[in-house]
Protein backbone atom coordinates (compact mmCIF):
# COMPACT_ATOMS: atom_id res chain seq x y z
CA UNK A 1 0.00 0.00 0.00
CA UNK A 2 1.12 3.30 -0.62
CA UNK A 3 2.16 5.69 1.65
CA UNK A 4 1.00 9.44 2.29
CA UNK A 5 4.47 10.47 0.32
CA UNK A 6 4.62 8.15 -1.94
CA UNK A 7 0.79 8.20 -3.31
CA UNK A 8 1.43 12.41 -3.73
CA UNK A 9 4.38 11.56 -5.81
CA UNK A 10 2.68 9.16 -7.76
CA UNK A 11 -0.74 10.96 -8.74
CA UNK A 12 0.20 14.54 -8.46
CA UNK A 13 4.16 14.67 -9.98
CA UNK A 14 3.49 18.04 -11.73
CA UNK A 15 3.44 16.80 -15.32
CA UNK A 16 0.34 15.73 -15.44
CA UNK A 17 -3.02 16.65 -14.07
CA UNK A 18 -4.96 19.68 -13.84
CA UNK A 19 -2.55 22.97 -14.32
CA UNK A 20 -1.30 25.26 -11.33
CA UNK A 21 -1.38 23.57 -7.34
CA UNK A 22 -1.44 19.80 -6.80
CA UNK A 23 -2.38 18.82 -3.17
CA UNK A 24 0.59 19.89 -0.56
CA UNK A 25 3.81 17.19 -0.22
CA UNK A 26 3.78 15.53 3.71
CA UNK A 27 5.83 18.68 6.05
CA UNK A 28 9.45 17.29 6.67
CA UNK A 29 9.61 15.33 9.79
CA UNK A 30 12.48 17.78 11.47
CA UNK A 31 11.07 21.06 10.61
CA UNK A 32 13.21 24.43 10.03
CA UNK A 33 14.07 26.71 12.89
CA UNK A 34 11.92 29.57 12.86
CA UNK A 35 11.04 31.93 10.30
CA UNK A 36 11.63 30.52 6.74
CA UNK A 37 13.32 33.66 5.14
CA UNK A 38 14.66 32.10 1.85
CA UNK A 39 14.46 28.70 0.10
CA UNK A 40 16.28 27.48 -2.79
CA UNK A 41 16.50 23.69 -4.41
CA UNK A 42 19.56 22.23 -5.99
CA UNK A 43 20.18 22.64 -9.55
CA UNK A 44 20.38 18.75 -9.76
CA UNK A 45 16.60 19.10 -7.67
CA UNK A 46 17.55 16.51 -5.40
CA UNK A 47 18.02 18.67 -2.51
CA UNK A 48 15.94 21.62 -0.61
CA UNK A 49 17.55 24.14 1.51
CA UNK A 50 16.32 27.25 3.58
CA UNK A 51 17.36 30.13 5.31
CA UNK A 52 15.51 30.70 8.80
CA UNK A 53 15.46 32.83 11.98
CA UNK A 54 16.28 30.58 14.49
CA UNK A 55 19.43 27.97 15.02
CA UNK A 56 21.05 25.74 12.91
CA UNK A 57 19.71 28.78 10.60
CA UNK A 58 20.36 26.42 7.82
CA UNK A 59 18.78 24.02 7.00
CA UNK A 60 18.80 21.15 3.74
CA UNK A 61 16.55 17.92 2.96
CA UNK A 62 17.03 15.47 0.26
CA UNK A 63 14.17 16.10 -2.33
CA UNK A 64 12.81 13.58 -5.19
CA UNK A 65 9.23 12.87 -6.56
CA UNK A 66 8.44 11.38 -2.74
CA UNK A 67 8.84 14.91 -1.33
CA UNK A 68 10.96 15.38 1.75
CA UNK A 69 13.77 12.66 2.66
CA UNK A 70 15.40 12.66 6.27
CA UNK A 71 17.17 16.07 7.03
CA UNK A 72 20.84 16.78 6.60
CA UNK A 73 23.21 16.46 9.12
CA UNK A 74 24.33 20.63 10.53
CA UNK A 75 27.22 21.71 9.17
CA UNK A 76 29.96 22.09 11.37
CA UNK A 77 30.17 25.54 11.29
CA UNK A 78 26.87 27.56 12.11
CA UNK A 79 26.02 30.77 10.90
CA UNK A 80 25.85 33.22 13.24
CA UNK A 81 22.39 35.15 14.42
CA UNK A 82 19.25 34.96 11.63
CA UNK A 83 19.61 33.27 8.03
CA UNK A 84 18.13 35.35 5.61
CA UNK A 85 19.63 33.93 1.89
CA UNK A 86 20.28 30.77 0.25
CA UNK A 87 22.00 29.81 -2.88
CA UNK A 88 23.96 26.75 -4.25
CA UNK A 89 26.10 27.40 -7.07
CA UNK A 90 25.04 26.44 -10.68
CA UNK A 91 27.43 23.44 -10.21
CA UNK A 92 25.66 22.49 -7.66
CA UNK A 93 28.63 21.71 -5.24
CA UNK A 94 28.38 24.94 -3.10
CA UNK A 95 25.97 26.53 -0.62
CA UNK A 96 25.95 30.13 0.69
CA UNK A 97 24.02 31.59 2.61
CA UNK A 98 23.63 35.20 3.96
CA UNK A 99 23.07 35.79 7.18
CA UNK A 100 22.92 38.85 10.42
CA UNK A 101 25.94 38.32 12.29
CA UNK A 102 29.59 38.55 11.15
CA UNK A 103 31.12 37.28 8.78
CA UNK A 104 27.44 37.80 7.18
CA UNK A 105 27.99 35.43 4.52
CA UNK A 106 28.96 31.43 5.02
CA UNK A 107 30.08 29.11 1.63
CA UNK A 108 30.03 25.18 2.52
CA UNK A 109 30.74 22.66 0.20
CA UNK A 110 27.54 20.49 -1.21
CA UNK A 111 27.17 17.20 -2.24
CA UNK A 112 24.79 13.89 -1.72
CA UNK A 113 26.62 13.67 1.56
CA UNK A 114 25.32 16.76 2.74
CA UNK A 115 27.80 19.72 4.34
CA UNK A 116 31.68 20.06 3.61
CA UNK A 117 33.76 22.30 5.70
CA UNK A 118 33.04 25.88 5.73
CA UNK A 119 35.43 28.38 3.26
CA UNK A 120 37.33 30.70 4.78
CA UNK A 121 35.62 34.41 5.01
CA UNK A 122 36.53 36.62 2.77
CA UNK A 123 39.27 38.76 3.49
CA UNK A 124 37.05 42.14 3.03
CA UNK A 125 33.15 41.30 4.58
CA UNK A 126 29.98 42.47 3.47
CA UNK A 127 28.99 45.95 4.86
CA UNK A 128 26.38 44.90 8.13
CA UNK A 129 23.64 42.25 8.09
CA UNK A 130 23.64 39.71 5.21
CA UNK A 131 20.62 39.68 3.55
CA UNK A 132 20.95 37.60 0.36
CA UNK A 133 23.17 36.15 -1.54
CA UNK A 134 23.11 34.84 -5.18
CA UNK A 135 26.33 33.06 -7.40
CA UNK A 136 26.62 34.77 -11.35
CA UNK A 137 25.75 31.85 -13.84
CA UNK A 138 29.10 30.91 -14.94
CA UNK A 139 30.05 30.28 -11.00
CA UNK A 140 32.30 32.44 -11.31
CA UNK A 141 31.31 35.35 -8.95
CA UNK A 142 29.19 35.77 -5.91
CA UNK A 143 27.01 38.04 -4.78
CA UNK A 144 25.71 39.06 -1.44
CA UNK A 145 23.37 42.44 -0.57
CA UNK A 146 23.70 43.79 2.76
CA UNK A 147 22.08 46.23 5.10
CA UNK A 148 25.74 48.62 4.84
CA UNK A 149 26.94 51.02 2.59
CA UNK A 150 28.14 49.94 0.05
CA UNK A 151 25.39 47.20 0.60
CA UNK A 152 25.97 45.09 -2.30
CA UNK A 153 29.40 43.18 -2.37
CA UNK A 154 30.52 40.72 -5.11
CA UNK A 155 33.46 38.23 -4.90
CA UNK A 156 34.80 36.17 -7.77
CA UNK A 157 34.68 32.86 -6.67
CA UNK A 158 35.98 29.29 -7.58
CA UNK A 159 36.93 26.04 -5.99
CA UNK A 160 39.44 28.14 -3.54
CA UNK A 161 37.35 30.26 -2.33
CA UNK A 162 36.58 33.91 -2.34
CA UNK A 163 38.92 36.16 -4.42
CA UNK A 164 39.54 39.98 -4.02
CA UNK A 165 36.60 41.38 -3.77
CA UNK A 166 35.31 43.52 -6.92
CA UNK A 167 35.56 47.09 -6.56
CA UNK A 168 31.88 49.14 -5.12
CA UNK A 169 29.88 50.17 -8.25
CA UNK A 170 30.13 54.00 -9.36
CA UNK A 171 26.60 54.50 -7.98
CA UNK A 172 25.60 52.84 -5.28
CA UNK A 173 21.67 51.15 -4.29
CA UNK A 174 19.71 53.86 -2.05
CA UNK A 175 19.50 51.93 0.84
CA UNK A 176 19.70 48.59 2.50
CA UNK A 177 20.03 45.83 -0.36
CA UNK A 178 17.02 43.37 0.35
CA UNK A 179 17.73 40.89 -2.84
CA UNK A 180 20.59 40.39 -5.38
CA UNK A 181 20.19 38.39 -8.89
CA UNK A 182 22.12 38.11 -11.67
CA UNK A 183 20.66 37.84 -15.35
CA UNK A 184 20.85 34.01 -16.89
CA UNK A 185 23.70 35.37 -19.29
CA UNK A 186 25.43 36.51 -16.59
CA UNK A 187 25.73 40.42 -18.24
CA UNK A 188 23.83 42.37 -15.78
CA UNK A 189 23.72 42.27 -11.70
CA UNK A 190 20.09 43.35 -9.96
CA UNK A 191 19.42 44.51 -6.71
CA UNK A 192 16.11 45.21 -4.87
CA UNK A 193 16.69 47.79 -2.05
CA UNK A 194 14.97 50.07 0.55
CA UNK A 195 15.01 53.49 -0.68
CA UNK A 196 13.47 54.92 -4.28
CA UNK A 197 14.10 53.88 -7.39
CA UNK A 198 13.74 50.19 -4.75
CA UNK A 199 15.65 48.21 -7.99
CA UNK A 200 18.90 49.20 -9.24
CA UNK A 201 20.83 46.84 -12.03
CA UNK A 202 24.11 47.02 -13.33
CA UNK A 203 25.86 45.99 -16.53
CA UNK A 204 28.74 43.10 -15.06
CA UNK A 205 31.14 40.91 -16.49
CA UNK A 206 34.71 39.61 -15.17
CA UNK A 207 35.66 43.43 -14.75
CA UNK A 208 33.26 44.02 -12.17
CA UNK A 209 30.53 46.72 -12.30
CA UNK A 210 29.62 48.80 -15.43
CA UNK A 211 27.76 52.20 -15.23
CA UNK A 212 24.53 52.13 -13.77
CA UNK A 213 21.10 51.45 -15.88
CA UNK A 214 18.85 54.26 -16.90
CA UNK A 215 16.08 53.78 -13.91
CA UNK A 216 12.67 52.25 -15.07
CA UNK A 217 9.78 54.94 -16.06
CA UNK A 218 7.77 53.89 -13.75
CA UNK A 219 9.03 52.40 -10.40
CA UNK A 220 8.23 49.85 -8.47
CA UNK A 221 5.62 51.37 -5.54
CA UNK A 222 7.75 50.81 -2.30
CA UNK A 223 10.68 48.98 -0.68
CA UNK A 224 11.57 46.58 -3.05
CA UNK A 225 11.90 42.88 -1.42
CA UNK A 226 13.01 40.53 -4.08
CA UNK A 227 13.73 40.30 -7.85
CA UNK A 228 13.66 37.66 -10.53
CA UNK A 229 15.05 37.52 -14.14
CA UNK A 230 13.22 35.53 -16.49
CA UNK A 231 14.63 32.64 -17.46
CA UNK A 232 15.16 33.95 -21.51
CA UNK A 233 16.28 37.02 -19.59
CA UNK A 234 13.47 39.10 -21.71
CA UNK A 235 11.71 40.56 -18.28
CA UNK A 236 13.02 41.25 -14.77
CA UNK A 237 10.41 41.54 -12.15
CA UNK A 238 10.23 43.39 -8.61
CA UNK A 239 8.10 42.34 -5.50
CA UNK A 240 7.60 45.53 -3.24
CA UNK A 241 6.24 46.43 -0.28
CA UNK A 242 3.37 49.12 -1.64
CA UNK A 243 0.14 47.90 -4.14
CA UNK A 244 0.30 46.49 -6.66
CA UNK A 245 3.22 45.00 -4.85
CA UNK A 246 4.37 42.98 -7.99
CA UNK A 247 5.79 45.43 -11.03
CA UNK A 248 7.60 43.25 -14.14
CA UNK A 249 9.44 44.94 -16.87
CA UNK A 250 11.01 43.86 -20.26
CA UNK A 251 14.81 43.56 -20.25
CA UNK A 252 17.17 43.76 -22.90
CA UNK A 253 20.94 44.98 -23.11
CA UNK A 254 19.28 48.77 -23.34
CA UNK A 255 17.80 48.08 -19.93
CA UNK A 256 14.48 48.42 -18.91
CA UNK A 257 11.30 48.84 -21.41
CA UNK A 258 7.82 50.31 -20.28
CA UNK A 259 6.26 48.37 -17.26
CA UNK A 260 4.11 45.54 -18.00
CA UNK A 261 0.26 46.00 -16.87
CA UNK A 262 -0.34 45.17 -13.09
CA UNK A 263 -2.17 41.52 -12.83
CA UNK A 264 -6.09 41.85 -12.77
CA UNK A 265 -5.99 39.83 -9.50
CA UNK A 266 -3.08 41.76 -7.37
CA UNK A 267 -1.23 39.80 -4.78
CA UNK A 268 -2.05 40.42 -1.12
CA UNK A 269 -0.16 42.87 0.35
CA UNK A 270 2.78 42.87 1.12
CA UNK A 271 4.86 40.75 -1.52
CA UNK A 272 8.30 39.65 -0.27
CA UNK A 273 9.30 36.59 -2.85
CA UNK A 274 9.27 36.31 -6.41
CA UNK A 275 10.33 33.42 -9.08
CA UNK A 276 9.78 32.42 -12.43
CA UNK A 277 9.40 28.82 -13.23
CA UNK A 278 12.06 27.01 -15.35
CA UNK A 279 10.16 27.23 -18.64
CA UNK A 280 9.24 30.91 -18.27
CA UNK A 281 5.71 30.43 -18.45
CA UNK A 282 4.69 31.03 -14.74
CA UNK A 283 5.41 34.01 -12.21
CA UNK A 284 4.91 33.13 -8.49
CA UNK A 285 5.02 35.91 -5.90
CA UNK A 286 4.95 35.08 -1.99
CA UNK A 287 3.54 37.78 0.03
CA UNK A 288 2.44 39.05 3.72
CA UNK A 289 -1.73 38.22 3.59
CA UNK A 290 -3.60 34.94 2.58
CA UNK A 291 -3.38 33.22 0.50
CA UNK A 292 0.72 33.82 1.13
CA UNK A 293 1.50 32.76 -2.57
CA UNK A 294 -0.12 34.07 -6.08
CA UNK A 295 1.22 32.44 -9.18
CA UNK A 296 0.15 33.70 -12.73
CA UNK A 297 0.86 32.70 -16.12
CA UNK A 298 3.35 34.43 -17.85
CA UNK A 299 4.18 35.21 -21.25
CA UNK A 300 5.71 38.14 -23.54
CA UNK A 301 2.37 39.69 -23.32
CA UNK A 302 2.33 39.85 -19.59
CA UNK A 303 0.14 38.17 -16.50
CA UNK A 304 -2.81 35.74 -17.17
CA UNK A 305 -5.36 34.43 -15.22
CA UNK A 306 -4.44 34.00 -11.80
CA UNK A 307 -3.95 30.27 -10.91
CA UNK A 308 -6.57 28.52 -8.32
CA UNK A 309 -4.80 28.76 -4.85
CA UNK A 310 -3.83 25.95 -3.43
CA UNK A 311 -6.16 23.87 -1.47
CA UNK A 312 -3.77 23.94 1.57
CA UNK A 313 -2.40 27.18 1.92
CA UNK A 314 1.03 28.08 3.50
CA UNK A 315 0.52 28.84 7.40
CA UNK A 316 1.34 32.74 7.60
CA UNK A 317 3.29 35.19 5.77
CA UNK A 318 4.90 33.75 2.60
CA UNK A 319 8.63 35.31 3.05
CA UNK A 320 10.10 33.10 -0.18
CA UNK A 321 9.32 31.15 -3.17
CA UNK A 322 11.18 28.66 -5.39
CA UNK A 323 10.26 26.65 -8.40
CA UNK A 324 11.95 23.18 -9.15
CA UNK A 325 14.48 22.89 -12.18
CA UNK A 326 12.10 20.58 -13.16
CA UNK A 327 9.09 23.39 -12.61
CA UNK A 328 7.31 20.41 -10.93
CA UNK A 329 6.99 21.72 -7.67
CA UNK A 330 7.46 24.92 -6.04
CA UNK A 331 8.03 25.80 -2.77
CA UNK A 332 6.94 28.92 -0.44
CA UNK A 333 9.14 29.86 2.64
CA UNK A 334 6.62 31.03 5.56
CA UNK A 335 6.58 32.44 8.88
CA UNK A 336 4.12 30.01 10.80
CA UNK A 337 4.54 26.10 11.11
CA UNK A 338 5.65 23.92 9.52
CA UNK A 339 7.62 27.25 7.62
CA UNK A 340 7.97 24.97 4.37
CA UNK A 341 5.07 24.13 2.33
CA UNK A 342 5.62 22.43 -1.05
CA UNK A 343 3.34 21.47 -3.93
CA UNK A 344 3.73 19.69 -7.03
CA UNK A 345 3.22 22.24 -10.10
CA UNK A 346 1.56 22.05 -13.15
CA UNK A 347 2.31 25.13 -15.86
Not at 60 to 88: C, E, H, M, N, Q
Not at 107 to 131: C, D, E, M, R
Not at 185 to 203: I, K, N, Q, R, W
Amino acid sequence: MLGRSALLAATNSGSSGPPGFGAKYADPSTLPGGNCNSIAFSPAGNAIAVAHSNSPFITAYPWSAAGFGAKYTDPGTLPTIAGRGVAFSPAGNVIAMAHFGSPFINVYPWSTAGFGTKYTNPATLPAGIGLAVAFSPAGDALAVAHGTSPFVTVYPWSTAGFGAKYTNPGTLPTGQCERVAFSPAGDALAVAHGTSPFVTVYPWSTAGFGTKYTNPATLPAGIGYAIAFAPAGDALAVAHGTSPFISVYPWSAGGFGLKYADPATLPAPLASGVAFSPAGNALAVAHGNSPFVTVYPWSTAGFGTKYTNPATLPAGIGQSVAFSPAGDAIAVGHVSTPLISVYPWNS
